[in-house]
């Protein structure tokens, strides 16, 4: 019998329920900087989320994070000896959707804005 499988919502006519992008909810970012990369996201207190690296297809959990609510952030700092790293937040049954970081082209662009700063001006 299916009927017990079927849940039922009342609501007015003139309010319907909202459908909630979790995309939005969770503001996911991934910043790098001179110490790694610095993920960030917002989380909700009753659930749970795993932050997911993914580096030559293989995917490695490096932090799980329960009973928190509001803005969590997570210092990565092994990511200069990759070329690519992708991570993404899994949650319940979702993933949301995945960023790309590539370290050594941050560092590339760090050490010629370095350089850059150093040189001395001549005017004649």
């Known amino acids: 019998n299916l009927d017990r499988y079927i849940g039922y919502d009342y609501f007015k006519v003139d309010y319907p329920p909202e ?3 979790d995309k939005q909810i969770l503001d996911f970012s991934v910043n ?3 110490s790694g990369a610095v993920i960030s ?4 207190r009753n659930q749970e989320y795993s932050i997911v690296k993914s580096v030559n297809n293989k995917e490695i959990i490096i ?3 329960k009973e928190n609510s509001g803005k969590f952030e997570y210092l990565d700092q092994d990511i200069f000896s990759y ?4 991570y993404f937040i899994k ?3 979702a993933i949301n959707e995945k960023i790309i970081i590539r370290p050594k082209d941050y560092l590339v662009a760090l050490l010629n804005n370095e ?3 150093t040189k001395r001006k001549w005017y004649v």
Do not use: M, P, V
């Open 32 to 34: 790098l900087t001179k």
């Open 91 to 93: 949650y319940s049954t």
């Open 19 to 21: 459908k909630i992008d």
């Open 115 to 117: 350089l850059l700063n």
């Open 41 to 44: 996201f917002n989380t909700r």
């Open 83 to 86: 070329d690519e790293i992708e």
């Open 63 to 65: 932090n799980q994070i």
